[in-house]
């Protein structure tokens, strides 16, 4: 928070939205206080995301001018929209402690890398919004770290349905069940049934032409 100094813009609505300077005289926080439970040493130092997505709210109602001549080459008339409410968010380094409580919880938890060798731990503060984002602090070094999934925290955990029952087996018969291949000697035994047959077929056929002709 100290390393910041405040200075006020003024934007072209008329709102006022703070912006920063760097605070060449900071001198780092001992990790006490930047771990202190009520937070009030941590601040916001990035524009807030409004519901449009938005760090700068736009007014969607304003049309540019090549919308403008679109409309007149329209012959239907169309009501005019109601005009929408702009959106603001907090101006910045506001305190961290303000933030929204998330399932009774604060919003952030503040720690130590390690408790094993405090005098050389980092100050680091969890997001209880948006699990995996971090913020880690030690002496005039500041980062944000995000290892997650894009969603935020929810008190009922998301439970995935259960997959649809284990289909049963095909029945096992004859007919798909697999044989092994013929053996060469077994292939030529069966070659010399298949034309046995082939020519006692023939022999009966030739027998019924003579006894027809004999008629």
């Known amino acids: 928070k100290q390393w910041y100094q405040r200075r006020v813009a003024i934007t072209a609505g008329g709102e006022g939205r703070d912006s920063f300077v760097e605070n060449v005289e900071f001198e780092p926080l001992r990790n ?32 540019t001018e090549a919308e403008d001549f679109d409309d007149e080459e329209e012959e239907e008339e169309r009501e005019e929209p109601d005009e929408p409410v702009p959106e603001h968010g907090p101006p910045l380094l506001n305190p961290i402690s303000e933030d929204t409580e998330v399932d009774s919880m604060p919003a952030w938890s503040a720690g130590l890398t390690s408790n094993l060798v405090p005098q050389y731990a980092a100050a680091v503060l969890r997001s209880n919004l948006w699990p995996g984002s971090y913020v880690f602090g030690l002496d005039k070094k500041f980062e944000n770290l995000y290892i997650g999934y894009g969603h935020k925290y929810t008190a009922e955990n998301y439970s995935p349905p259960a997959p649809p029952a284990t289909q049963e087996e095909y029945p096992s018969g004859a007919e798909v069940t697999e044989v092994p291949d013929p053996t060469v000697d077994e292939e030529r035994a069966l070659q010399a049934v298949q034309q046995e047959q082939l020519d006692r077929e023939a022999e009966e056929a030739e027998m019924e032409e003579d006894d027809e002709d004999d008629d």
Request: net charge neutral; hydrophobic share 40%; aromatic share 6%.
């Open 32 to 63: 006490q206080e930047l771990i202190d439970p009520s937070l009030s040493n941590w601040v916001h130092h990035v524009q807030h995301v409004l519901p449009q997505g938005r760090c700068v709210w736009i007014n969607p109602a304003v049309k």
